[in-house]
T-cell receptor, first 114, second 112 residues
Framework: SAVISQKPSRDICQRGTSLTIQCQVD?????MFWYRQQPGQSLTLIAT?????????ESGFVIDKFPISRPNLTFSTLTVSNMSPEDSSIYLC???????????FGPGTRLTVL | EDQVTQSPEALRLQEGESSSLNCSYT??????LFWYRQDPGKGPEFLFT???AGEEKEKERLKATLTKKESFLHITAPKPEDSATYLC?????????????FGEGTQLTVNP
């Protein structure tokens, strides 16, 4: 399986600021995703990061709040914009080679917003 | 809407005491059911994929089974290092794309 890294691993941010999270994979992958895991809860898909085009967002998530880039087959970024304490979560990227196959997850970025 | 329900929410076992975790699902057109293990402060670690009713997968002390309505994760003679949260997720039909819908997880504690 691919080796996935995320930066930063954790951060503490002030309300109203933005944070960009990076996801790097050690091999080319077809599909990349961004999930959120709020404290004590399970994972919720934010969006699918599409290479060279706009991300596909799930219901309840919008591009203005969570802009995503995917310039190539091994790298993606998620920005959490105009943060509020409700954005405090773990943000995870995942990858898979094709639909129906397992997704592999990065180590996560733990974000705390004060 | 795809739904996944895991039970129990939490389970405490003594080392060597076998048990099972349940994952019930409601989806339109199951494409795959996935089991993950998540340790505190880490991303989910992939365990198994099951695609059709009757399928079984095994890895060390873990065995996953699938029916048309639910999946079980059987843990045989667990050890303290098996303590973690176990997550079940489904991927459904064409309209759902590659979205994984996760259950809330079962937090397993194995005492020595």
């Amino acid at each position: 399986s691919a080796v996935i890294s995320q930066k930063p691993s954790r951060d503490i941010c002030q309300r109203g600021t933005s944070l960009t999270i990076q996801c790097q994979v050690d091999s080319q992958v077809t599909m990349m995703f961004w999930y959120r895991q709020q404290p004590g809860q399970s994972l919720t898909l934010i969006a699918t990061a599409n290479q060279g085009s706009e991300a596909t967002y799930e219901s309840g998530f919008v591009i203005d709040k969570f802009p995503i880039s995917r310039p190539n087959l091994t790298f993606s970024t998620l920005t959490v914009s105009n943060m509020s304490p409700e954005d405090s979560s773990i943000y995870l990227c995942s990858v898979t080679q094709s639909m129906g196959r397992a997704q592999f997850f990065g180590p996560g970025t733990r974000l705390t917003v004060l | 809407e795809d739904q996944v329900t895991q039970s129990p929410e939490a389970l405490r076992l003594q080392e060597g005491e076998s048990s099972s975790l349940n994952c019930s699902y409601t989806v339109s057109g199951l494409r795959g059911l996935f089991w993950y293990r998540q340790d505190p402060g880490k991303g989910p670690e992939f365990l198994f994929t099951l695609y059709s009713a009757g399928e079984e997968k095994e890895k060390e002390r873990l065995k996953a089974t699938l029916t048309k309505k639910e999946s079980f994760l059987h843990i045989t003679a667990p050890k303290p290092e098996d303590s973690a949260t176990y997550l079940c997720a489904v991927q459904a039909g064409e309209t759902s794309g590659s979205r994984l819908t996760f259950g809330e997880g079962t937090q397993l504690t194995v005492n020595p």
